[in-house]
């Protein structure tokens, strides 16, 4: 749920920062932001979530993707990971390279959710001031010592109510 509250402070919608965080196989919230970003035309993240059931791949596909030069086996997977679309299985294909030509046993069941404290704290963040981004200014607020300080060109100061979810760029730091 921590992972979930980290990505949605950076404007993304809870279902998906979910969607996120199960194609990341819960790889924590710098991962799932980072594949947010690259997968935001995908229109599957704009639905609700539900944990996709595998597909049933249809000879029709399998024979479409062996033609483009995938294996029947690669193919399977491919298909099998988008719900039997084969465009999207070949963008999967390409973009997973590791998970898609990875041996049959090393498939196993879709990640838990793990619970407990959270793996990532925000330590840092830039925000954009200005009326468009063709104009404007940039500052920075980083946490020092349990407390924001601002930093804006030569100026530092200490920051009481640091503007946290109005950030253009998010930093965040590993809890041990």
């Not at 969607?19 to 790889?27: D, I």
């Not at 399977?76 to 998970?99: G, Q, V």
């Not at 030509?101 to 879709?110: C, S, T, V």
């Amino acid at each position: 749920m921590n992972a979930i509250s980290m990505i949605t402070s950076g404007g993304f919608t809870s279902d998906q920062a979910k969607w996120a965080l199960f194609n990341t196989g819960m790889s924590g919230a710098e991962a799932a932001y980072e594949w947010l970003i690259m997968n935001i035309e995908n229109p599957d993240i704009h639905k609700p979530f539900e944990v996709p059931s595998p597909g049933k791949a249809s000879p029709e596909n399998i024979a479409m993707l062996t033609m483009m030069g995938l294996t029947d086996d690669q193919a399977k997977r491919a298909l099998n990971k988008c719900d039997n679309d084969a465009e999207r299985a070949l963008d999967w294909y390409f973009s997973h390279p590791e998970e898609a030509n990875a041996p049959e046993e090393a498939e196993a069941a879709p990640p838990q959710v793990e619970t407990g404290p959270p793996n990532y704290k925000l330590t840092a963040f830039v925000t954009h001031l200005g009326a468009s981004p063709l104009s404007g200014h940039y500052v920075t607020h980083i946490e020092k010592n349990g407390e924001w300080v601002l930093y804006n060109d030569n100026k530092v100061a200490a920051s009481t109510d640091p503007p946290c979810g109005k950030a253009y760029i998010y930093f965040f730091s590993q809890v041990q």
